[in-house]
């Protein structure tokens, strides 16, 4: 997890138990932090307690294997940013802390730029060269988890499971998501930009910028 | 009947029955010895009479009173033991028939030989009588009354823990956070009843607890491997270099990993539902599901060129409200899979039931397999095959009924909200 996040450009920092937690969160501040719910030593949802008890301001995304609601429930209304169920993609990790991070720091970062093309992350808008691209929402969706784990292959599971959540039962060949991205490369390409997004033998798609 | 009315009737007709006895016996008793204190005075009468005339060899003189008179008649024949007797004469005075008792005897004077009888009237002791009795079935009559109404207030008293226990026991779910405890009584029998309880449930609470710790816990271990397996395939993946069959082998783990994930997550909410972890109380739009649902599969069904076709009315119920997303997307996700390539799919909600029903090919499935676990009519079919078994158990945990038939073609689910 570490080094994916490391590859994808984040200053991480890892630590195993309870204690390391509460010592680590005692002396940084960080942007967001990624908690597991079953610590040794402790658990992750009193972690949460103390971070809110000492009005820090990181952003923390709980990842539970219990899938249990009760701790979803609790886990959010201490004060946790977002919720992730074990297993889950890392890319999926990485939009999220993402995601965290732009909601944290508001000035001006709302504004993604990839080679021409701009993506403003509030107002839902996708700019070549000035000119505004027409994207469905899928489409919006679907270019903004590209963008976030650019240079990186996803799988079409991944992006399914992104796009449409999990509780979706997809169809083996994922052909549905074939037009989706078919779609988006149209478009971005009519407006001007470079043809960025590279299928990886049919299996996966990937967002290749230099 | 209640407890108490049953007892109530038993212990009354007893009691009436006692004292109709009793009242009877009473009766006897106290007229015999009424009588006998009579025959006493008589008696004395007698003595007095037969001792004077030892003395003077003459009758005394007999002064008669309103409730006792001597008669006397001279006679021939020397009467042997004198018995005291009853009989009914006719009272001038009072014009009425009354009952006297009577004694003969007869004694021997200078003047001859007499027949004397005295007699003495029973109007007094009858009026004693009467008025004893009428005093006791009086008594008996505010003892039951009293008893009665003692009874009813008292016992409905003395019953309020009793109830409250039952209350307390109706409002108790398992998966509640404590459990039962029933408050100390005065009453031995309550008081054992709620300890016994309060014990029982505590039992129940702990092993209940023990057991969802134990299934999270798997689960938690289960799952965590299964996410480092899929971290490192998804940073693997970013190494390949572009080598296809690489790629593609460990997307199939992937994939694997996502099966499992899902077959595992399935099986731990079947097992909640069985436990009866989930509490059905709050209130859920099934419209809103419904439609929200259809509309993130919207891209899914023009993939496979399905029509979705929803007739649905307003229907709020009392539900789970992940249990109730869980229900429509397992019914949907169902539908669409097992729908062939063209296929239309209707959805129609109504207060009392709700439907879908999808096109079919083939026959009718087996419905007294069909919501077995790993039932599947395709072994090859890529579902977990528990989709079923957990759309019945939410089903059952909620207390709808569900049922399936083939009717025109089309493969029909029917869930009754109220059975």
């Given at each position: 997890m570490v080094d994916y996040l490391t590859a994808a450009g984040y200053l991480c920092e890892s630590v195993v138990t309870y204690h390391e937690a509460i010592e680590k969160i005692d002396h940084y501040d960080y942007n967001c932090i990624v908690l597991d719910i079953m610590l040794p030593g402790g658990s992750g949802l009193d972690i949460l307690r103390y971070l809110k008890q000492d009005r820090k301001t990181d952003g923390v995304i709980i990842i539970s294997a219990k899938g249990a609601l009760e701790d979803k429930i609790t886990g959010l209304e201490i004060g946790a940013d977002d919720y992730l169920t074990k297993p889950f993609h890392l890319s999926e990790l990485s939009v999220r802390i993402a995601a965290i991070i732009r909601r944290k720091e508001f000035n001006g970062q709302s504004i993604i730029s990839i080679g021409n093309m701009r993506i403003d992350t509030i107002g839902k808008t996708v700019f070549v060269n000035q000119q505004e691209v027409e994207l469905t929402q899928k489409e919006f969706q679907l270019l903004l988890f590209l963008t976030i784990n650019k240079n990186r292959i996803l799988s079409k599971n991944a992006i399914a499971q992104h796009l449409w959540g999990d509780d979706m039962d997809f169809p083996?060949?994922?052909?549905?998501?074939y037009s989706h991205i078919k779609n988006l490369r149209k478009k971005i390409m009519q407006a001007g930009s470079e043809d960025c997004i590279r299928s990886i033998y049919g299996e996966g798609y990937k967002l290749q910028v230099s | 009947m209640k407890l108490f009315a049953r007892y109530n009737r038993i212990n009354i007709t007893a009691t009436i029955l006692i004292f109709v006895f009793g009242s009877i016996a009473f009766y006897f008793v106290l007229q015999y010895v009424l009588v006998r204190q009579l025959d006493e005075t008589l008696r004395g009468e007698q003595q007095e009479i037969v001792e004077f005339v030892k003395l003077h060899n003459q009758l005394p003189d007999i002064q008669n009173t309103k409730h006792q008179w001597i008669t006397l008649q001279p006679t021939m024949f020397m009467q042997g033991r004198s018995r005291a007797k009853s009989i009914l004469v006719y009272n001038k005075r009072e014009d009425e028939q009354e009952w006297i008792r009577q004694l003969n005897f007869t004694v021997n004077t200078s003047t001859g030989m007499y027949s004397i009888t005295v007699n003495k009237s029973e109007t007094e002791t009858e009026e004693l009588l009467k008025g004893i009795i009428l005093v006791t079935i009086g008594m008996i009559g505010v003892i039951l009354l009293f008893n009665y109404l003692i009874n009813r207030k008292m016992v409905t008293r003395l019953w309020q823990p009793f109830y409250n226990t039952i209350a307390s026991i109706k409002e108790y779910h398992i998966s509640s956070q404590q459990p039962l405890q029933l408050a100390k009584e005065p009453i031995d029998e309550i008081n054992l009843l709620n300890e016994s309880l309060n014990q029982m449930t505590h039992r129940i609470h702990r092993d209940f607890h023990a057991l969802r710790s134990f299934t999270e816990n798997a689960s938690h271990e289960m799952q965590t491997p299964l996410a480092v397996i899929r971290s490192k395939v998804d940073t693997l993946l970013q190494e390949t270099e572009g080598r296809k069959e690489t790629i593609q082998q460990l997307l199939s783990i992937e994939d694997a990993t996502h099966r499992l994930s899902k077959l595992h997550q399935s099986l731990l909410l079947l097992t909640r539902l069985e436990n009866r972890q989930f509490l059905f109380d709050e209130p859920v739009d099934l419209e809103n599901i419904i439609e929200t649902k259809s509309e993130e599969r919207k891209e899914l069904l023009q993939a496979k060129n399905l029509s979705l076709q929803l007739n649905s009315v307003p229907v709020t119920l009392n539900f789970h409200p992940h249990l109730a997303e869980m229900l429509i997307t397992n019914l949907m996700n169902n539908a669409i899979r097992y729908t062939p390539e063209g296929g239309s799919i209707l959805i129609q909600l109504t207060t009392r039931q709700l439907t879908i029903s999808n096109t079919a090919i083939g026959e009718a499935l087996d419905t007294t397999r069909l919501f077995e676990r790993f039932y599947k009519t395709d072994p090859a079919s890529e579902g977990t095959g528990l989709g079923l078994a957990i759309i019945k158990q939410i089903c059952n945990a909620a207390g709808f009924t569900i049922a399936y038939q083939l009717t025109n073609g089309k493969h029909q689910f029917t869930i009754q909200f109220i059975s």
């Open positions: 083996a060949n994922y052909d549905f998501l | -």
